[in-house]
């Protein structure tokens, strides 16, 4: 079945910087990729929406210029957390629509120190 | 804004023992919706997904009923095993633009 990557599987960093997590979809093109947070027994909450070559669509409450989202191919979706602190630890997970159906990958574990 | 309640937040059953999974949603203009598995640290897996114009879906020792107009559906699982053991979680979807709005889930524990 179609397959959704996500990288790395988990991170940790200092306070301040940069983490980029990459979702790729391995063997179909993903007309659409969305990014999910998830705290510790919570549920999923939707962050983001992002079109191939256009711009995302961020929901409310998320902070556009502090999670920024690059969609340069149908195959791959990058979320860049910027100036990481402690609060943006947690458990990111994108998900990636083709074929008529949604795939999701298998998350990235961010712990900022 | 749709709000997704699972009930229970955690269950611990026998093995061999039926499991019951609920999930209410507050707004029934829902296009889909979608029962997944999450393992501990792992992403999602797709289990069972009802449209709004359905009752039910069937998978093996899973079924999963929809009442659309009373906002709740519900997860059956058979002959529970221990490798049932994980977060079940319920979402809805308003439209087919795949967006989903989760419940916390239920962690289910199988004793063998």
């Known amino acids: 079945g179609a397959v959704v990557s996500q990288h790395p599987s988990w991170v940790i960093c200092k306070s301040g910087t940069s983490v980029k997590i990459e979702c790729r979809s391995l063997?179909?093109?993903?007309?659409?990729m969305f990014w999910y947070r998830q705290f510790p027994k919570q549920s999923l909450m939707l962050m983001a929406t992002?079109?191939?070559?256009?711009?995302?669509?961020?929901e409310q409450g998320v902070e556009k210029d502090k999670f920024l989202i690059n969609h340069a191919s149908l195959t791959l979706s990058t979320l860049t957390v910027t100036s990481a602190h402690p609060e943006d630890s947690s458990f990111y997970i994108c998900?990636?629509?083709?074929?008529?159906?949604?795939?999701f990958g298998p998350g990235t574990r961010l712990l900022v120190l | 804004k749709q709000e997704v309640t699972q009930i229970p937040a955690a269950l611990s059953v026998p093995e061999g023992e039926n499991l019951v999974l609920n999930c209410s949603f507050t707004?029934?203009?829902?296009?889909?919706l979608q029962w997944f598995r999450q393992d501990p640290g792992k992403g999602l897996t797709s289990l069972l997904l009802?449209?709004?114009?359905?009752r039910e879906q069937t998978s093996g020792r899973l079924n999963a009923s929809l009442d659309k107009s009373s906002g709740r559906s519900t997860l059956y699982i058979a002959a529970s095993q221990p490798g049932d053991s994980a977060t079940y979680l319920c979402?809805?979807?308003?439209?087919?633009?795949?967006?989903?709005?989760f419940g916390a889930g239920t962690t289910v524990t199988v004793r063998a």
């Open positions: 998900s990636a629509s083709g074929l008529g159906t949604q795939y």
């Open positions: 063997d179909f093109q993903a007309t659409t």
């Open positions: 992002s079109n191939e070559g256009s711009k995302a669509t961020y």
């Open positions: 707004d029934s203009a829902i296009y889909n």
């Open positions: 009802i449209q709004s114009s359905q």
């Open positions: 979402a809805v979807s308003p439209s087919n633009d795949y967006k989903l709005s």
